[in-house]
Nanobody, 111 residues
Framework: VQLQASGGGLVQTGGSLRLSCAAS????????IGWFRQAPGKEREIVAC????????YYADSVKGRFHISRDNAKNTVYLRMNNLQPEDTAIYYC?????WGPGTLVTVSS
């Protein structure tokens, strides 16, 4: 299993970014997949994910209404659209599925 996240960067408060996670090595549409993040000095926390059963979307309360997760099964890719970014969204964002983790992509939101 390989997960390669991309799309992070530096953005001003209120800005937007779209993260992508290209997956390979497993049957993409059979598994739950989602995004976690880890801010400096804090524990890793879930951001958003798809369940493996009915494709239900889950969002952390802190990102509801601002972030949107989507997937393209034909491209084996999951996306995270992040709008109205705030300094507290600064973190390394990781894509994960089935206990596997990608290397992460850094999102920095300047105030």
């Amino acid at each position: 299993v390989q997960l390669q996240a991309s799309g992070g960067g530096l953005v001003q408060t209120g800005g937007s970014l779209r993260l992508s996670c290209a997956a390979s090595g497993f049957t993409f549409d059979d598994y739950a997949i989602g995004w976690f993040r880890q801010a400096p000095g804090k524990e890793r926390e879930i951001v958003a994910c798809f369940s493996d059963s009915d494709r239900t979307q889950y969002y952390a309360d802190s990102v509801k209404g601002r972030f949107h997760i989507s997937r393209d099964n034909a491209k084996n890719t999951v996306y995270l659209r992040m709008n109205n970014l705030q300094p507290e969204d600064t973190a390394i964002y990781y894509c994960t599925t089935g206990g596997h983790w990608g290397p992460g992509t850094l999102v920095t939101v300047s105030s």
